[in-house]
């Protein structure tokens, strides 16, 4: 029986046109995700759709995956301008299972992500949430494996099946983790990889921020010149916003004291902690052959 707890005990954010991010230090009831995320609980898919789209609940999943022990602790839902078709958008459930090995000040967590108009097949991913931040990472192929399953046949089935594949892969995460904690950069690398990892999140020419802002500890236990370390800082600055920087004009006129916006949309939280990720590990590389 999976642990219920009030909505109020979950730390929901929205943003965007309808957009919602909630989180929570104890496994979600469906009274919780249904109010941070409606289309978990569409009882059909968007009419759009043909008649070959395979309808499932994403709940009917959820409830499969409960009945394995993987409880969920996350969820994110998109936005869109169109007011009808929110109830269908595309989100993402983080679940974990109960007494789940911790990867140093990490849990490895399983990611779930699927739509009900058409934008995305049910997609599993293996996850990292580093406990001390509250900051979720997900894995880049190569070091885990990403698994699609269409819309069609037994998808419950196959979606528990998949957890189970990518969870396999923890051993191999732990090992990409370690290698990285017991790789040291000199402050001029940190801060190289720091500017390489804006140009995944910036638009070229448009990093408002410096190395050093990047590259900035948030809290004691971010302290190291190790390269996981160094990743998750970057990773959490450019990810979770609140940097301040001046805005200049063209001619380098100041204009206004800005903070940067955080990542929130499903797809490009996604797509940059995959890249940032794959970036550490390039790092990683030129340091092991150096």
């Not at 309808?55 to 959820?62: A, G, S």
């Not at 993402?92 to 007494?99: E, N, V």
């Not at 990047?214 to 302290?223: F, L, V």
């Not at 990683?284 to 052959?289: D, E, F, G, T, V």
């Given at each position: 029986?999976y642990?219920?707890?009030?909505?109020?005990?979950?730390?929901?954010?929205?943003?965007?046109?309808?957009?919602?991010?909630?989180?929570?230090?104890?496994?979600?009831?469906?009274?919780?995700?249904?109010?941070?995320s409606?289309?978990?609980?569409?009882?059909?898919?968007?009419n759009?759709?043909?008649?070959?789209?395979t309808?499932?609940?994403?709940?009917?999943?959820?409830n499969?995956l409960?009945?394995e022990?993987?409880?969920?602790?996350?969820?994110r839902?998109?936005?869109?301008?169109?007011?009808?078709k929110?109830?269908?958008?595309k989100h993402?459930?983080?679940?974990?299972?109960?007494?789940e090995?911790e990867?140093?000040?990490?849990?490895?967590e399983?990611?779930?992500?699927?739509?009900?108009?058409?934008?995305?097949?049910?997609?599993?991913?293996?996850?990292?949430?580093?406990?001390?931040?509250?900051?979720?990472?997900?894995?880049?192929?190569?070091?885990?494996?990403m698994?699609?399953i269409?819309?069609?046949?037994?998808?419950?089935?196959?979606?528990?099946?998949?957890a189970?594949?990518v969870?396999?892969?923890?051993?191999?995460?732990d090992t990409v983790?370690?290698?990285?904690?017991?790789?040291?950069?000199?402050?001029d690398?940190?801060e190289?990889?720091?500017?390489?990892a804006?140009?995944?999140r910036?638009?070229?020419?448009?990093n408002?921020?410096?190395?050093q802002q990047?590259?900035?500890?948030?809290?004691?236990?971010?302290?190291g010149?190790d390269?996981?370390r160094t990743f998750?800082?970057?990773?959490e600055?450019?990810?979770?916003?609140g940097?301040?920087?001046?805005?200049?004009?063209?001619?380098?006129?100041?204009k206004?004291?800005?903070?940067?916006?955080?990542?929130n949309?499903?797809?490009?939280?996604?797509?940059?902690?995959?890249?940032?990720?794959?970036?550490a590990?390039?790092m990683?590389?030129?340091?092991?052959?150096?």
């Open positions: 029986m642990n219920v707890q009030s909505v109020s005990s979950a730390r929901i954010a929205r943003f965007g046109s309808g957009g919602v991010i909630a989180r929570s230090k104890t496994a979600m009831d469906d009274e919780t995700l249904f109010k941070a409606p289309a978990i609980f569409a009882r059909e898919k968007h759009s759709r043909s008649d070959k789209f309808y499932i609940p994403t709940i009917d999943v959820i499969g409960r009945q022990g993987f409880m969920p602790y996350e969820v839902q998109g936005g869109s301008r169109d007011v009808e929110r109830g269908f958008t993402l459930i983080r679940l974990r299972r109960d007494g090995r990867v140093g000040d990490s849990v490895r399983l990611v779930l992500v699927n739509a009900h108009d058409g934008t995305s097949a049910y997609q599993l991913m293996s996850g990292l949430f580093r406990l001390v931040c509250s900051n979720g990472l997900v894995m880049p192929d190569g070091v885990a494996q698994l699609r269409p819309h069609k046949g037994d998808v419950v089935n196959d979606v528990i099946e998949g189970y594949e969870i396999k892969d923890g051993a191999a995460i983790v370690d290698n990285m904690k017991a790789i040291t950069l000199h402050r690398e940190q190289a990889f720091a500017l390489a804006a140009e995944l910036f638009e070229e020419g448009k408002p921020l410096q190395a990047i590259n900035a500890i948030r809290r004691s236990a971010d302290e010149a390269v996981w998750n800082r970057v990773q600055n450019l990810t979770k916003g940097v301040t920087y001046i805005d200049r004009d063209d001619r380098g006129n100041y206004a004291r800005r903070q940067t916006r955080p990542v949309s499903i797809d490009g939280n996604v797509n940059l902690n995959r890249a940032l990720f794959t970036l590990q390039e990683q590389k030129i340091k092991i052959a150096a």
